[in-house]
């Protein structure tokens, strides 16, 4: 029972215990206590501006990043639009060329097959003229063989000259 009815020695010595502890905290630990609390306060500090600072270059960085996306799109866009009309540039000069080409071979056929007429012509010309000369000089060998024929014959030629130079 001792314990819950103290005596008054024990309460003093308490006392003078408790001050001299309270005293020694007081001077040497509460200074202590607060300067490690102030450390630690500034340490969070530092942490939280550093996560803030952290977090503004994470939102630039994605900024950054989305605008190189975008930009990437584009390029590739304009990259894929230039593909596409200089396919259809090359497409349309071969067809182009091709047409030059194909009217070259036209023209130099057209040619070829009028040189050619024109070569059938004259030989069909020739072979007309060396048939109608044949005939001729075998109906004039017929008609010559008699004298009266070839004496006409010289007079109406020189009758056709005459009447020319006139």
Not at 73 to 81: G, K
Not at 99 to 119: F, G, L, P
């Amino acid at each position: 029972m001792e314990l819950f009815t103290p005596d008054f020695g024990l309460v003093f010595w308490m006392f003078v215990s408790f001050a001299i502890l309270f005293v020694v905290l007081w001077r040497w630990g509460w200074p202590a206590i607060l300067k490690g609390v102030s450390d630690r306060a500034d340490l969070i500090d530092k942490g939280v501006e550093y996560a803030q600072s952290a977090k503004e270059q994470l939102d630039h960085a994605r900024e950054e990043a989305d605008r190189q996306i975008a930009e990437a799109r584009r390029q590739q866009a304009e990259t894929l639009r230039e593909a596409e009309r200089m396919k259809s540039q090359i497409i349309e000069e071969a067809r182009t060329a091709a047409q030059a080409e194909a009217k070259k071979v036209m023209d130099a056929a057209q040619v070829s097959i009028e040189q050619d007429r024109k070569a059938a012509q004259q030989q069909l010309r020739n072979e007309v003229s060396a048939f109608a000369l044949d005939i001729a000089q075998k109906v004039v060998r017929n008609q010559m063989k008699q004298d009266k024929a070839q004496t006409q014959l010289v007079n109406s030629l020189i009758d056709e000259m005459e009447t020319s130079k006139n």
